[in-house]
């Protein structure tokens, strides 16, 4: 069973918006931080960014900040990613992780993909120039 599924992927073009959500797919629990990573053909998996459990906090990479904005509505358990200004290097397979651990639920915003221990299958966003 895949603990999280993201929606609003897709093929836009280089300066255009998309806005990706993430929400639990079925099972019920309290996500704490929050992340988006993604995944370009031949390259290793990386973070793009992290939100704490109150939403107060979050945490981008060099390469989206200013451009990307994480945000969450944990009366719905989701997280989203609004991405402006794309890019064509921007595109990849998105993909949403919660930390779920209860003893870290009030922990910082994260970019180590290992503190990460749910994940979704990930959505396909293409920047075209």
């Known amino acids: 069973q895949v603990p999280l599924v993201e929606s609003g992927g897709g093929l836009v073009q280089a300066g255009g918006s998309l806005r990706l959500s993430c929400a639990p797919s079925g099972r019920t629990f309290t996500g704490g931080r929050m992340g988006w990573f993604r995944q370009a053909p031949g390259k290793e998996r990386e973070f793009v960014a992290s939100?704490?459990?109150?939403?107060?906090?979050?945490y981008y990479a060099d390469s989206v900040k200013g451009r990307f904005t994480i945000s969450r509505d944990n009366a719905k358990n989701t997280v989203s990613l609004q991405m402006n200004s794309l890019k064509p290097e921007d595109t990849a397979v998105y993909y949403c992780?919660?930390?779920?651990?209860?003893?870290?639920?009030?922990?910082?915003?994260?970019?180590?993909?290992?503190?990460?221990?749910?994940w979704g299958q990930g959505t396909q966003v293409t920047v075209s120039s």
């Open positions: 939100i704490n459990w109150r939403g107060d906090r979050t």
């Open positions: 992780a919660a930390d779920s651990r209860k003893e870290f639920l009030y922990s910082a915003p994260a970019s180590d993909i290992g503190v990460y221990d749910y």
